[in-house]
């Protein structure tokens, strides 16, 4: 769409440190009202990941935006028409449907973060990232079908004043895709079995006793991949995991409140929980017990700290995305996946343009009643059918004529030469000044 970012890596400066939850809202004097002739609106991507960022880093911006931040700062953006936060397990991202280049400045000035960490992505770019990383195929076990689901749950979390929504459609049709595409995807292409396995790997106990803390849908996943080679706990906060998984697994389950206990007596533990802080500290490891620790959250569920303890190897996402373990599938996933997202850009890219074409009819109606008005004097008195009769007469004609020009400018490019273009063609029908 615009130029100006295209293919840029620019960043955000650090006005928001991580703390209490505060609302995402730009300087007061960045507030303006809307121009009065309708612009382009244009999509925006804004990444900051472990692609582009360390796990510290990663941790504070995470802390930082969340739903709430983005959802009481919203209200304070005028030229941010939408607004979706998308957060998996290595990124955190903004998508926006902003009316200038301008508007990404002031986002710019109130995200935290370093400024060379925060990558920019624009129109058709934002919407082939977004079908890869709802495919998988920008995971750490590529094809993974967990952040689907968290692609489908940011569809449900957009805010939204556009009154005909971009990205929620943006989102669904992601996922859909990848459902589509992808509809099976093998257990072993999860980030769960990518830790099974580097577990395993370097555990020096035959059939190790792993703790496996938290039991949604990652940590179950973790220890399915674990119970052909482990004795699995599962600790759980609220709800344990079903019977029949537990069965099929030989798993055991113990609640949240035995985590110490647990950690004592286990040769491993895989954290895969939503504590949102830290839950396992130094204190909680016995000095003289060896034990193998693998950090799947963000933010962290382990602090750092235990790395320092000599007892303790420690293994977390920003390690575990470069070690063994990972490999990039040929699954020839990228070719249909970018084929869709193309698909999808150009239905959206349209309906992105339509201010344009509503201002374009309003302009014509305004005509088509001042001119009928100035026209009653000499029609007469005309009963109800002859009025509506005149009226589908009139709303006919101003069709038939606007029709053509309307896919014109449909059809004109996005970008600044463009609305200069349809600018043009509003001026047009603005009515001559009449003579005195």
């Not at 190790?208 to 699995?232: H, Y």
């Not at 040929?330 to 343009?353: K, Q, S």
């Amino acid at each position: 769409m615009g130029r100006r970012f295209r293919g840029a890596t620019v960043s955000a400066a650090p006005l928001l440190r991580p703390g209490p939850a505060r609302a995402l809202a730009p300087p007061l004097d960045a507030v303006a009202s809307r121009p009065a002739l309708p612009e382009s609106l244009r999509l925006f991507g804004l990444e900051f990941s472990l692609d582009t960022a360390s796990l510290d880093a990663l941790e504070n911006v995470a802390r930082s935006i969340t739903r709430e931040t983005v959802r009481a700062g919203f209200p304070r953006w005028p030229g941010t028409e939408e607004v979706a936060l998308l957060s998996t397990c290595h990124r955190v991202e903004l998508v926006l449907l902003a009316r200038s280049d301008e508007e990404i400045d002031r986002w710019r000035e109130v995200l935290p973060g370093h400024r060379t960490a925060w990558r920019i992505r624009e129109g058709r770019s934002v919407v082939d990232h977004v079908f890869r990383v709802a495919a998988g195929l920008e995971s750490l076990a590529r094809g993974e079908g967990e952040v689907r689901h968290q692609v489908r749950a940011a569809a449900h979390r957009v805010e939204s004043r556009h009154p005909r929504p971009v990205l929620r459609e943006l989102f669904r049709a992601a996922a859909d895709a990848a459902d589509r595409i992808a509809p099976a995807v093998p257990a072993g292409r999860s980030i769960a079995a990518v830790a099974a396995a580097r577990l395993l790997d370097i555990s020096a106990v035959p059939s190790p006793r792993v703790l496996v803390i938290g039991s949604g849908s990652v940590g179950r996943q973790v220890a399915e991949s674990l119970a052909p080679r482990a004795r699995v706990t599962i600790v759980f906060h609220q709800n344990p995991p079903p019977a029949g998984f537990l069965r099929s697994t030989g798993a055991r389950a113990e609640p949240l409140a035995r985590l110490a206990e647990e950690l004592a007596r286990s040769d491993a533990a895989v954290t895969a929980a939503k504590f949102g802080h830290r839950g396992v500290y130094a204190t909680d490891i016995p000095q003289d017990h060896r034990i193998v620790l693998v950090d799947l959250g963000v933010p962290r569920n382990i602090d750092p700290g235990v790395r320092l303890l000599p007892n303790v190897r420690l293994i977390d996402l920003e390690e575990l995305r470069t070690g063994p373990g990972v490999v990039a599938s040929r699954d020839g996933l990228d070719a249909p996946v970018d084929e869709a997202a193309g698909r999808t850009f150009d239905r959206l890219e349209r309906r992105l343009r339509e201010p344009w074409i509503d201002s374009f009819r309003r302009g014509a109606e305004e005509v088509r009643r001042s001119e009928l008005e100035n026209a009653r004097p000499f029609l007469g008195r005309l009963d109800a059918d002859q009025q509506v009769a005149v009226e589908r007469l009139t709303r006919r004609l101003v069709a038939r004529l606007l029709g053509p020009p309307t896919e014109r400018m449909r059809a004109l490019p996005p970008g600044p030469d463009g609305d200069l273009r349809r600018r043009l063609a509003l001026e047009l029908l603005e009515p001559l000044p009449r003579d005195p």
